[in-house]
Nanobody, 124 residues
């Protein structure tokens, strides 16, 4: 599966952005999905994960209550709605897919496919 993330940009603290991830292929629903991010000078970190059906979600503590992950299996897309953004959310955001569509994972090495990132910059 090929992935392409989009929707990044510059936003003020407290604002919102919606990231999207478009996937190729006809078996999108068979993949568990996730969002990760990497800030300048820092390691890549987990943001959110979603089961193949979209019924189960998992969030990093730092984004719980502010971010919402979702997917539309009819359109082969996954979104990340980001609200109440903070300067520390500034990073390149990546979408990723893994072959296990049931178990949620926050571990980047458990993901098989990665898209190019999209930059999110939150100004203070």
């Amino acid at each position: 599966v090929q992935l392409q993330a989009s929707g990044g940009g510059l936003v003020q603290a407290g604002g919102s952005l919606r990231l999207s991830c478009a996937a190729s292929g006809r078996t999108f629903r068979r993949y568990g999905m996730g969002w990760f991010r990497q800030a300048p000078g820092k390691e890549r970190e987990f943001v959110a994960a979603l089961s193949g059906s979209g019924s189960s979600t998992y969030y990093a503590d730092s984004v719980t209550g502010r971010f919402t992950i979702s997917r539309d299996n009819t359109k082969n897309t996954m979104d990340l709605q980001m609200n109440s953004l903070k300067p520390e959310d500034t990073a390149v955001y990546y979408c990723a897919a893994r072959g296990d569509r049931f178990q949620l994972s926050g571990l980047d090495y458990e993901y098989d496919y990665w898209g190019r990132g999209t930059l999110v910059t939150v100004s203070s």
